[in-house]
């Protein structure tokens, strides 16, 4: 009686670590199909072009707009070259040119628009926005204060330091003239023709 007895806890001992080592086993699997399973946390990192287009909607998906830094954009300024787009979504007339921009920077060949939202930095004046009415100075108009001031959208074409081009809108006459009435199909041709003209000196 008593060896059978030892016999049925040898077994009951037996059969338990079976059981423990099944139930590792599945946990393990389990684990490992629910990791599989899981679906993947969306990449944050959209591109620019993505992103650019969802705050400027008019703009083609493949557009060259590319977010550039304060230095990069100051940099450029100083002695680099490419197209430099200054503005903020919230401004119409923006949200309209970003498109002609674009079409005659792809046109062109030209793989950058470098584009700075500088809506904070003027509000506050800050050193930046200083920094960038200093290199536009002589193409600035004055607020009513008489101080340069850049009004958006401000479009330079850069070469090696120099500006070679600015975007400058046509005179209508009508100070509460809105986009849609200013941008007629004869105004996009003549902007597009004068935008390709400075780009293709960038080539």
């Not at 591109?47 to 008019?58: I, L, Q, T």
């Not at 193409?139 to 479009?155: A, C, M, Q, S, T």
């Not at 005179?171 to 009435?181: E, V, Y």
């Amino acid at each position: 009686m008593k060896k059978r007895f030892g016999m049925n806890k040898k077994l009951i001992a037996i059969i338990s670590v079976i059981i423990i080592l099944c139930g590792a086993v599945a946990g393990l699997w389990y684990n490992r199909q629910h990791s599989v399973e899981q679906p993947k946390t969306p990449s944050t990192n959209v591109s620019d072009a993505a992103k650019f287009k969802s705050e400027y909607p008019r703009v083609a998906a493949n557009n060259r707009f590319v977010y550039a830094s304060d230095k990069e954009i100051l940099d450029i300024f100083d002695n680099g070259s490419g197209v430099i787009f200054l503005g903020f979504p919230q401004c119409p007339w923006c949200q309209h040119l970003s498109e002609h921009v674009d079409r005659a920077a792809r046109a062109e060949g030209v793989d950058k628009i470098y584009y700075l939202n500088i809506r904070d930095a003027r509000a506050s004046n800050n050193e930046v926005y200083q920094k960038l009415v200093k290199k536009l100075e002589p193409y600035l108009e004055k607020d009513k204060n008489g101080n340069p001031r850049i009004f958006v959208p401000d479009v330079s074409i850069v070469k090696n330091g120099k500006i070679i081009g600015r975007y400058k809108e046509e005179s209508t006459g009508d100070d509460n003239i809105t986009p849609d009435k200013y941008w007629t199909n004869e105004r996009i041709e003549r902007t597009l023709s004068q935008l390709c003209g400075f780009m293709s000196q960038l080539k």
